[in-house]
């Protein structure tokens, strides 16, 4: 493309008023793209506050539905469900007890709020007593016997109602253990949205503070992908289509926007940003200090990651946004 150049051409001619920006808009946020991730733990009227990341509870199962309501009310249509056991072992039986805290909290969200979008997480880290995402033996994360777990888990969710699952634990092979069990069971038209490209990130380090799910050892660079990496994301994400997802996700998100960028050109799928916990963290904080405009920045950094390509936002800021874009 060849521009005239000045003074013919004159960028600005097209930013002269709010109605011009708005019409040339290329990217638009809408609330219909928000999903709210929400922790549940076991009890009644618990809403317990977890230390690096303001606004985000622990929560009751009650009150998940409270919250989980309130966001549907201002229009979100989806939540992404995560758990923390009562009790943790070596095979995390809580991940895919028939009455696990997910279990429970998807039936009574399906219950009350049938046309809300409930997402289950599937990951074993939460329900491990060493806080790994597979079993481990002799200091080693297991993949191939992770994968029976695992596909247990989300056709357990499934049972229970969940809407989509999505599995975050990187094992190799995963998705298509999970499609194979969940259509074994009867599941066939349950999607799977698969954490494709996920990066062991530091900034999942509040994350692991809400969900009780830092490893008691080592880290989950073996299974994790290296923040180096972009080719490889894509052979990741290769593998997770083939192997059948539905929807692929990149995590963390706005350090990550290329990543995006490429997997949504190359494969066009449905494809999820994760705006992770410390993103979340390092936006709250510095707001809270009056270094920065918290709805500003939540905005510009949710559109900068439509504009990379994800037609999906996953944010802990889901409810603010959802207000904001009111
Ligand atoms: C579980 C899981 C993690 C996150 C989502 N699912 C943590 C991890 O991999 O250690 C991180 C989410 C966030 O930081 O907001 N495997």
């Known amino acids: 493309m060849t521009l005239p150049g000045f003074p013919v051409s004159r960028p600005r001619r097209l930013r002269n008023s709010p109605a011009l920006r708005c ?78 805290i997910v279990q429970q909290t998807v039936r009574l969200l399906k219950k009350e709020l049938p046309s809300l979008l409930v997402i289950t997480d599937v990951c074993l880290c939460e329900y491990m007593s060493h806080g790994h995402c597979g079993i481990v033996h002799g200091g080693k994360i297991l993949n191939d016997p992770s994968l029976k777990l695992l596909a247990r888990t989300a056709a357990s969710h499934a049972e229970a109602g969940a809407d989509v699952v999505a599995p975050s634990d990187m094992m190799d092979g995963r998705i298509r253990a999970l499609r194979a069990e969940l259509d074994n069971e009867g599941f066939f038209d349950t999607p799977i949205m698969s954490y494709a490209a996920k990066f062991a990130s530091a900034f999942y380090g509040p994350f692991r503070d809400v969900a009780e799910s830092a490893p008691s050892f080592g880290d989950r660079r073996s299974y994790q992908m290296d923040a180096a990496n972009s080719n490889e994301a894509i052979r990741e994400v290769a593998l997770d289509i083939q192997e059948g997802a539905d929807m692929v996700m990149v995590k963390p998100a706005l350090a990550y926007l290329d990543i995006i960028r490429r997997v949504k050109q190359e494969f066009g799928l449905p494809t999820a940003a994760y705006a992770v916990s410390g993103e979340h963290a390092m936006i709250k904080a510095a707001a809270a200090n009056g270094w920065i405009d918290e709805r500003a920045v939540t905005l510009e950094s949710l559109l900068a990651m439509r504009r990379a390509g994800a037609d999906i936002l996953i944010t802990y800021a889901a409810m603010d946004v959802a207000k904001w874009l009111k």
């Open 23 to 100: 019409l040339i808009a290329e990217t638009q946020l809408n609330v219909s793209q928000l999903v709210l991730p929400l922790f549940a733990r076991s009890g009644k009227k618990l809403r317990r506050p977890v230390a690096a990341m303001p606004g985000v509870f622990q929560l009751s199962p009650d009150e998940i539905l409270r919250e989980a309501a309130k966001a549907h009310a201002l229009g979100v249509p989806a939540i992404l469900l995560f758990g923390i056991p009562d009790k943790k072992d070596e095979k995390a039986s809580g991940a895919y007890a028939k009455n696990g």
